[in-house]
């Protein structure tokens, strides 16, 4: 994938609108606009979207350390984007709010379970005390979960106004 120079600085800004936007909301736990950012990035760009994503991730490394609890964010956010990127191009625009509402808050949900996995290797839990750790963080899935549905109310907008940028610039 060859980006070009506007490419480059575009992606470069929405990593960082990423960034941003989290920490702005960072006082509200679990409650953030990463999973429609990832969502809406990933309808409009495909495969290029990985691109302000993975700067967005790096910006969190940077920023707030390259710490174990940040390498699960190597793939969480992947799992996001590949389930987006299965769902089909040319949805009805009726069913297509809904449909990303319920992916965004499903990541939210199983966010836990995703991270799960690399901290029990990175802490040697065993599949008991992984599971118990999960269960611990049930309450705040929950919350992210209902909150990735709520603010998912946004995608479809952001999706609409990056293809007019997109459109207004080819």
């Known amino acids: 994938m060859k980006l070009k120079i506007r490419e480059i600085a575009v992606f470069g800004m929405l990593g960082a609108l990423m960034y941003a936007s989290k920490m702005l909301m960072e006082v509200l736990p679990n409650i953030h606009l990463l999973g429609v950012f990832t969502i809406a990035f990933t309808v409009v760009y495909r495969k290029k979207a990985l691109y302000p994503i993975y700067i967005y991730v790096l910006l969190n490394g940077q920023f707030s350390g390259f710490a174990t609890w940040w390498i699960p964010y190597i793939y969480v956010w992947a799992v996001l984007w590949g389930i987006t990127m299965l769902l089909p191009k040319q949805m009805p625009k009726k069913i297509q709010p809904i449909v ?9 949900f199983a966010f836990g379970i995703l991270y799960a996995p690399a901290q029990a290797l990175l802490y040697g839990l065993s599949f008991q005390e992984m599971l118990a750790w999960i269960a611990s963080g049930l309450p705040f899935d ?22 007019r940028l997109e459109n ?3």
């Not at 990303?100 to 939210?108: D, F, L, Q, R």
């Not at 929950?142 to 609409?160: A, Q």
């Open 142 to 163: 929950i919350t992210h979960g209902i909150s990735n549905f709520v603010c998912g109310v946004l995608i479809v907008p952001i999706v609409h106004v990056l293809r």
């Open 100 to 108: 990303y509402m319920v992916v965004n808050a499903c990541h939210g």
């Open 168 to 170: 207004s610039v080819n």
